[in-house]
């Protein structure tokens, strides 16, 4: 459950020139954040909180109400979140500089209510979207047991490469068929990153006019891991 501090009183200068009051409330031991996906920069935006905030009405609604219970003695009233929804304003406080698309995770960093308005200062931490793919992620050899160094000149030490069972010699794969195999998973890593953002755009679409999108075509992912797994 979030903390929420004694405010700390200031005054502000507001776009008229004039001195308001601005009462300042530090929110700790808040872990469980709101979250959505962030195809590109643009997508970190006040327009994406509102939306993911509309998304996850019950946390929201916990949140304030856990707000107002703790900061009731503050108040020369009582109010309650409704009255709290009439005066809210948003404002995100700082944008990364990660490869996209990311996984954002929204948390209130303060709240600051000056001229009225109630104002909810959001910070965030963000994790990269990872399609795990079997065989692009395969360990490599360690390079110290198949070398070994001789005046400073690397040999290959034969007795660490890996043998079958009957002693034969190793049968190497075509070097162009590695390479093809390799661009073929390459293919299916970014054909499923824009299904993602597909069923973003879809999510998106369906929020906002209330419809479900249909559509034809559809991602396997489970028998396209089982494919790569019979070309490995």
Known sequence: MATFKRPVCSKKTNATGQQELSYLFEIENLVEGIE????????????????????????????????????AKFFSKQYTVQNLLKIIRHVL???????????????PKHIEIVGGIFIIHWTYTYLPIVIDIPGLSDPLPDSNKLHEVTDGVAELNMDELPMDSTGESIDLEDP??????????????????AYLKAQNQIRTFSDKYGDEYSSEFELDTENDSEDEEDDS
């Open 93 to 107: 406080l700082h944008k990364n500089d990660s490869d996209m698309p990311i996984r954002v995770i929204l948390l």
């Open 176 to 193: 162009n068929r590695l390479y093809q195999k390799q661009k073929v998973k390459e293919a299916i890593l970014k054909a499923k990153v």
């Open 36 to 71: 959505f996906i962030a195809e590109t920069q643009d997508n970190i935006s006040i327009e994406s909180v509102q939306h993911c905030i509309q998304e996850n009405q019950e946390w929201w609604h916990s949140f304030l109400e856990t707000f107002l219970k703790q900061s």
